[in-house]
């Protein structure tokens, strides 16, 4: 038992991400700290062709003052929401369970958000559903520097900010681009699932240390 959980709003969050929903501890989503750049907060990462491909949600940053995450919105100047359908389209199309999930995040792809934050707990819901994770989330109440089970800065793509995570070790599946014939970790929980299919909470329950 980890007792409470804390994890930051994520965008299609890591496999590491979504297997702390199969602990039976608490999970609480941060909802008043300021916003972090270059993190999993607007970003995820997939495989593609050419290797490791980065997603990344443009967000509307006023300046001269502190963005609480709740408060931050997307940027649709770009139309990055086509560009990303485009690349995990291209990514996972020849996957084995591709067109069996991608009717359930086309929304994602398609609707215009307000607010990152509401974004990224729609997709999370979709994502859980789809896992067959039945699990409560809560959210906090107030901004506290640190927790005992703090994950919201652990999980994170920048490799000086990671911190030895002894609840999660994850084990290789079959990927469809193999990266010199190595296998890639902290990708997307999506990677997991068009490559595992209904497999894929079996498959999170391997990688986790309870």
Known sequence: MLGKIILSTAYFPTVQYISKFLFPDEIYIEKYENYIKQTYRNRCNILTSNGIQSLIIPVIKKSGIKNIITDLEIDYTVDWQSNHFKTIEAAY??????????????????????????????????????????????????????????????????????????????????????????????????????????????????????
């Open 93 to 210: 199309k020849s996957s084995p369970f591709f067109e069996f999930y991608i009717d359930s995040f086309m929304k994602f792809f398609q609707k215009k958000y307000v607010y990152l934050f509401d974004f990224n707990f729609e997709i999370l819901n979709t994502l859980l559903e789809e896992i067959n994770i039945e699990k409560k989330i809560n959210f906090t109440n107030e901004y506290i520097p640190s927790y005992d089970n703090d994950f919201r800065t652990k999980i994170n793509p920048k490799e000086k900010y990671k911190i030895e995570d002894k609840t999660f070790n994850q084990i290789n599946y079959t990927q469809v681009f193999e990266i010199n014939k190595n296998f890639t970790e902290e990708l997307s929980i999506i990677d997991v699932l068009f490559n595992e299919g209904p497999q894929t909470e079996l498959y999170l329950k391997k990688c986790i240390n309870t």
